[in-house]
């Protein structure tokens, strides 16, 4: 880890007033003339005169039967909401405020410093525009993100930014200062509006020397792994580069890793359907209740990766056709191909903390050994092996490079003193999980986005997840060697079938670990036999009678057989619901995966084979196995919105190859762990 470089030291050394003040002349990345670099203003008329802006404007006229300046006079009051209005001053003041809050709530905040310093060299004399596509799992991503360019004299860039922000009072013009420009979360159905966005977004790209920032993931990740892209800002950055607006755009993958989120808590009762707190000025004041206790969130990591040509996506061919014909849409798999390229660089450039290991040891011991819980001493040296486990796979693990026992010992202390409100070592050193509940306090007007579930099952449910989302980041390098062990299974398995089980798994997970669905069956071959290969290497599988079974160290074969167990279960009961949905019925994503929750509910409570594990409830897994079905073409948009058709010949095949795996779950299920492994919660859920 010595190439990452703690930002904070430095500002807990010096004044903030005088460091925020500094002479500064940021850099601008992206290099233009004064003729082609636009103002506000010269950008918000460059959207009006734009062509497909004035046909839009014209023909929402004749259709309406409205004056053509009534609607040249909304599509500037669009505009006008949307721009962004960068303000030097507004940005150093803020930063004052910012490193102090900073400074109160993390102990660090770490940056891949000569990656960065690489880049600023390369934007110096570079001809291109840039766009910065960090990973989403906190609302602090993009001030972390502009915190980290403004300490290194970068400028901040245009950032996208979500409506919920422009509407909180005083906030919302503030954000708009430091480079927010806003837009709707949904305006397919609105042409004026489509029209004036993508033509400022197009001219951002071209015509401003600042950079520009958006989540390619779209929302943030409440189970903090990798979800699926979304595509439409992504589609619309790259028409400039289609047209010949800019010879190319650089975008630059960060990935960003928390050893706590300051949204935690609420991640977990988010994924079970309890709807987030609406955003709000108010929202905002409550939340400095985290300045209480200082570093309590620990570290950040910012692993800046290398950055992706945008022209290495394109072919002469794409550009021929826009020559061609103006509404030739860029190909949809240039799209998919560029974004899954972002993923992959969160994926494999996150940070696992010393936190994340123990979360994933926990989980495997609660399940397989409830009679012997872990002490300090055995938590260890299981610490030891888990870590050696990750970096075989390509991990990066924030951890001292000392395999020493008592440094190991400590690294995890550290660890539990910041996650102290979820698991503690109780007087007699055993890890135990602390309750994390007391009552879900909902306003009148709420509306629970799946099943009401009963408060016993949040009991358990709420702690449980809000300790399995942090064994989540682990599996973005153990996702393919997890796989490999189901498909191999308790009982061994041929090589044929084995690779069978493994297509099958990698095809239905695909959406929930963000994985390219992928048609190439030879493809899928190799990525099966390095998998294979390299567990046969190290015994974690073994070869008997021709057949693949599981090898010398039963303790990882275990660890990875059942961590993908309670994503396989929410699809199946997504699955089976979707099988039994009567026909006469509306299937909505919302009405299967409530249904769905309530069968996982039942099924916890009934004590089935299926659903043991309380991650099976998340709202989230439901959703992204029905995206699967659409991507597979099982289930199919019905001519009403936002309702399907399901191919239920397909489904039934689908449902037996997923019995046919002949899964066995642990002997234990939590709703056994609870009763012996929780101590009481250290604060209610504010909520």
Avoid at 58 to 77: F, Y
Avoid at 423 to 450: A, F, S, V, W, Y
Avoid at 486 to 497: D, P, R, S
Wanted: proline share 4%; hydrophobic share 40%.
């Amino acid at each position: 880890m010595d190439e990452y470089v703690d930002l904070l030291l430095a500002r807990r050394k010096d004044c903030d007033i005088l460091w925020a003040s500094r002479s500064m002349d940021p850099l601008l990345p992206h290099k233009l003339s004064l003729e082609s670099k636009y103002s506000r203003h010269q950008m918000i008329e460059a959207v009006l005169n734009d062509e497909k802006v004035k046909l839009a404007i014209t023909t929402l006229a004749a259709v309406q039967h409205e004056s053509i300046n009534k609607v040249v006079k909304d599509a500037r009051v669009m505009i006008n909401e949307m721009a962004s209005k960068a303000c030097l001053a507004t940005v150093r003041w803020l930063g004052i405020i910012i490193t102090k809050v900073l400074k109160r709530i993390f102990l660090s905040i770490y940056i891949n410093e000569s990656t960065l310093l690489r880049l600023q060299k390369e934007m110096q004399i570079s001809q291109v525009q840039y766009v910065y596509v960090p990973s989403h799992r906190s609302y602090l991503d993009f001030i972390l993100l502009s915190y980290v360019l403004f300490s290194y004299d970068m400028a901040l860039p245009n950032i996208a930014s979500g409506m919920d922000f422009y509407q909180m009072h005083v906030i919302g013009e503030l954000l708009r200062k430091t480079g927010a420009f806003y837009m709707r979360r949904s305006f397919s159905n609105d042409l004026l509006y489509k029209r004036v966005f993508q033509s400022y977004v197009m001219s951002l790209v071209e015509h401003s020397d600042r950079a520009i920032e958006f989540f390619i993931e779209g929302t943030r990740s409440r189970s903090l792994k990798s979800i699926i892209p979304k595509f439409g800002l992504l589609s619309t950055i790259l028409e400039s580069l289609l047209e010949g607006g800019v010879p190319d755009i650089h975008f630059i993958p960060i990935s960003i890793s928390y050893e706590r989120p300051p949204e935690e808590l609420l991640f977990a009762y988010e994924l079970l359907g309890v709807p987030k707190p609406k955003e709000s000025t108010v929202g905002l004041l409550q939340s400095l209740s985290i300045l209480q206790k200082p570093s309590a969130y620990g570290s950040v990591f910012f692993n800046i990766g290398e950055p992706i040509s945008a022209c290495n996506f394109l072919n002469m061919e794409d550009r021929k056709a826009r020559v061609l014909s103006p509404y030739v849409k860029l190909p949809s798999t240039v799209l998919e191909k560029l974004a899954y390229c972002v993923i992959d660089s969160h994926k494999k450039n996150t940070v696992l903390m010393p936190f994340n290991l123990i979360a994933l040891l926990f989980n495997e011991r609660s399940q397989v050994n409830l009679d012997n819980p872990y002490t300090l001493d055995s938590l260890v040296n299981d610490y030891v092996w888990c870590k050696n486990l990750l970096q075989t796979f390509n991990a990066t693990v924030h951890s001292t490079k000392s395999y020493d026992l008592n440094d190991m010992r400590q690294e995890i202390l550290n660890a539990l003193k910041t996650q102290e409100e979820l698991l503690t070592l109780d007087p007699l050193e055993i890890l135990r999980l602390k309750q994390r509940h007391r009552g879900t306090k909902l306003q009148i007007n709420t509306r629970i986005k799946g099943h009401t579930l009963s408060e016993k099952i949040m009991q358990i449910a709420v702690p449980v997840i809000n300790m399995s989302i942090y064994l989540n980041p682990t599996l973005s390098f153990l996702i393919k060697p997890a796989m490999v062990t189901l498909a191999i299974g308790k009982e061994g398995v041929e090589y044929g079938c084995g690779f069978e089980r493994y297509a099958l798994l990698k095809t239905i997970l695909s959406t929930e670990f963000a994985m390219p669905l992928i048609d190439d069956e030879s493809l899928i071959k190799l990525e099966w036999e390095e998998t294979l290969n390299v567990l046969l290497r190290l015994n974690y599988i073994s070869i008997q009678d021709d057949k693949y079974t599981e090898g010398q160290n039963s303790q990882v074969f275990s660890l990875l057989y059942n961590v993908l167990l309670p994503f396989i279960d929410a699809i199946y009961v997504t699955y089976l619901v979707l099988f039994e949905w009567d026909e006469s019925t509306d299937i909505t994503i919302q009405a299967v995966s409530t249904e769905a929750q309530k069968r996982i509910e039942q099924a916890f409570f009934n004590g089935n084979e299926w659903g043991k594990h309380p991650y099976s409830l998340c709202l989230d897994l439901f959703s992204t196995s029905i995206n699967n079905l659409l991507v597979q073409g099982i289930l199919v948009p019905a001519e009403r919105r936002c309702t399907y058709q399901i191919d239920k010949i397909r489904l039934a095949l689908l449902l037996e190859k997923l019995q046919n795996l002949s899964l066995k779950r642990p002997p234990i299920s939590y709703r056994d762990i609870v009763l012996l492994s929780f101590t009481p919660p250290a604060m209610p859920a504010k909520l």
